[in-house]
């Protein structure tokens, strides 16, 4: 699979489990039939009304809000803070009850799903206020875009918006990433194996200034 942008309209539309609202899938492993059968999912989603999220058993989850107004998580009824663009991608299990209470209008958030005992996943949140040249690890899949940028990899040159996502083909790779607007973040999605059935893995998420 080579490098490649995928724009926020050419991800795939499903219906959400509990039939409550539409998921944009990004890409997932192996490829979606619409099942839920995944190995690891990376996706985005717009949530208008407040409601539970769907079980997702053997799931390991992180969340990031892109766009909106957020939201308040209750997870296995612990009330957590709330859950904003200001905020640090929020981890959790797929197997908890989760309610999800609209803090106002829609949001639009970011899911990495992985099956746990078989991979572990990692978010980071990187905020790019100047330009940055980055180095990916032989890990990264997917890098979304939350502000307008500029791309540059090697001769590929493009424009990115919100929910634009970098597909991550050949690695390790460098990228240089010119913000066009004082809002510009970008999130780094690595997935990788475990290693065997006795480790012990947890789906990371952190933030980078």
């Not at 997702?56 to 939201?71: C, P």
């Not at 990228?175 to 780094?188: H, T």
Request: proline share 5%.
């Amino acid at each position: 699979m080579s490098i490649r942008i995928q724009r926020f309209d050419e991800h795939l539309k499903m219906p959400w489990k509990n039939g409550l609202g539409i998921t944009r899938e990004v890409i997932s492993r192996p490829a979606s039939d619409g099942s839920g059968g995944f190995d690891w999912r990376i996706s985005l989603a717009t949530v208008g009304t407040s409601g539970p999220f769907s079980v997702f058993a053997g799931i390991d989850r992180t969340i990031a809000v892109l766009q909106g107004d957020g939201m308040q998580l209750t997870v296995d009824g612990r009330r957590e803070p709330p859950l904003l663009v200001a905020s640090p991608p929020f981890a959790f299990s797929g197997d908890a009850e989760v309610q999800a209470d609209c803090l106002g209008g829609e949001t639009l958030d970011l899911n990495v799903m992985s099956r746990r005992g078989i991979f572990v996943h990692h978010m980071t949140k990187i905020a790019v206020s100047a330009v940055q040249t980055l180095s990916m690890s032989d890990d990264t899949l997917a890098i979304v875009f939350r502000g307008d940028a500029v791309v540059k990899i090697d001769s590929l040159r493009s424009d990115v918006r919100l929910g634009d996502v970098l597909i991550c083909g050949q690695m390790p790779l460098e990228l240089a990433v010119e913000p066009l607007g004082a809002d510009c973040c970008l999130y780094v999605i690595e997935v990788s194996a475990v290693a065997d059935e006795g480790s012990s893995c947890e789906p990371v998420a952190s933030t980078r200034p």
